[in-house]
Each structure stands twice: as structure tokens, then as C-alpha cells.
Nanobody, 122 residues
Framework: QVQLVESGGGLVQAGGSLRLSCAAS????????MGWFRQAPGKERAFVAS????????YYASSVKGRFTISRDNDKNTVYLQMNSLKPEDTAVYYC???????????????WGQGTQVTVSS
């Protein structure tokens, strides 16, 4: 079992930045690929970014590439999502998730956090 707890969400103006954190406990964190997804009101959950277990490979949705950066600290069992140049359309609940290998498909992720709200005002 893996428990994931997100933090760092909040209200920010367009053009601002936020850094989300996801703390993991349970099964060895360093063996897991991690991902971030988001779900806006009335929309399906969407892939944002993912990172391999060793951190050497990353993958981003086209809508966030160049603005968001995923990283991880295996010593702290934590994965981060640095979000810059935020736009109102980035408003959503953001979830972190864990999988056995890097993927953009939510069905590949077995463990999920409870989510953290990010609201970007115009």
C-alpha cells in the first residue's frame, strides 16, 4: 500500500506560481513512477505530468509544457509540481498518483492522493 498526501494548493492570480507537494508513505517510494493529474469542474480528469522512479525521464501534457516542472526527492519521499505562468484554465483539483512505470494514462496509476485545489484568478 502507498499513501499519498498533496499540499500546496491555493488561490493565485494569473501569471503567478505555486508549488505542489505530494508526500508518500508505505511501499518504497523510490521504486514508483509518479504522476500529476487534474480535474476541472465538469471535466474529466486529465494528465499533467509524470516522472520515472529514478527521475531521469519526465513527460508533460502539451498544455503545461514549458510552464510546469515535475521533480522528486527520493530521500524525502516527495514529488513536486512547480507551476509557473499560471492561467485561469489551470484551475482544477490536482491529484498525485503512483504507478509501476511512467505513464500518461490514469488507468496505469494504482495509488491516488485526495487532491488539492488550485484556483487561478484572472
Amino acid at each position: 500500500q502507498v499513501q499519498l498526501v498533496e499540499s500546496g494548493g491555493g488561490l493565485v492570480q494569473a501569471g503567478g506560481s505555486l508549488r505542489l507537494s505530494c508526500a508518500a508513505s508505505g511501499r518504497s517510494f523510490s521504486t514508483l513512477a509518479m504522476g500529476w493529474f487534474r480535474q476541472a469542474p465538469g471535466k474529466e480528469r486529465a494528465f499533467v505530468a509524470s516522472i520515472s522512479w529514478v527521475g531521469g525521464a519526465t513527460y508533460y501534457a502539451s498544455s503545461v509544457k514549458g510552464r510546469f516542472t515535475i521533480s522528486r526527492d527520493n530521500d524525502k519521499n516527495t514529488v513536486y509540481l512547480q507551476m509557473n505562468s499560471l492561467k485561469p484554465e489551470d484551475t482544477a483539483v490536482y491529484y498525485c498518483a503512483a504507478a509501476s512505470s511512467i505513464s500518461a494514462r490514469d488507468n496505469d496509476y494504482r495509488y491516488w492522493g485526495q487532491g488539492t485545489q488550485v484556483t487561478v484568478s484572472s
